[in-house]
């Protein structure tokens, strides 16, 4: 399982995983690799997580196959605490494309 984490916004305005949470199952996730090969990946679901309760072995656990997950914050904003949940993309390796 590989993972992509950031950010959703910050102080000077949007970030890289702004509308993370639009992805739906069905989504791709194009993530270019080093010998400029294309992995897509389909997205499975997308889910919010309390940072209290956040099941790591879901998450960051084998599945016995190629997976994404890309990671980012969630749920109510606090200027003092930050967000108080984690948005995480589930997706499954579907192809690779050339470059």
């Avoid at 992805?23 to 690799?33: C, D, K």
């Avoid at 897509?40 to 994404?68: H, M």
């Amino acid at each position: 399982t590989a993972l992509a984490i950031g950010h959703r916004d910050t102080l000077t305005g949007p970030a890289v995983f702004l509308n993370i949470s639009m992805l739906r199952p069905g989504n791709t996730v194009r993530v270019t690799r080093a010998d400029r090969r294309t992995a897509v990946f389909t997205v499975d679901a997308v889910r919010t997580y309390q940072k209290a309760s956040f099941p790591d072995k879901e998450v960051y656990g084998e599945r016995g196959r190629p997976e994404l997950r890309l990671i980012t914050c969630g749920g109510r904003f606090d200027k003092k605490a930050g967000y108080a949940a984690n948005v995480v993309v589930f997706a499954h390796l579907t192809g690779v494309a050339k470059a």
